[in-house]
């Protein structure tokens, strides 16, 4: 079993855990057949940026509440 990235029609992006040679899934999101999206490094930069940004409003966050002694809704 291993970890791969499926796209389907409408977009929705999932990650699965299958066996190496499947090629397609059925969409959890709208139940369409999802193929497998090989090395798109893309997607991989994006969610790298986001993921970066959250770190940084995470941190910002933070300060923000030490400075005035409350914990923020997220
Ligand atoms: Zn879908």
């Known amino acids: 079993m291993i970890m791969h990235t499926f796209s389907c029609s409408n977009g929705h992006i999932n990650e699965k855990l299958v066996k190496m040679d499947t090629k397609e899934v059925e969409c959890p999101d709208c139940d369409q057949i999802a193929t497998k999206v ?37």
């Open 38 to 74: 090989i090395g798109c490094p893309k997607i991989k930069t994006d969610s790298w940026k986001s993921t970066r940004k959250w770190a940084k409003q995470r941190e910002t966050q933070v300060k923000y509440e030490r400075k005035h002694g409350i914990t923020l809704q997220t």
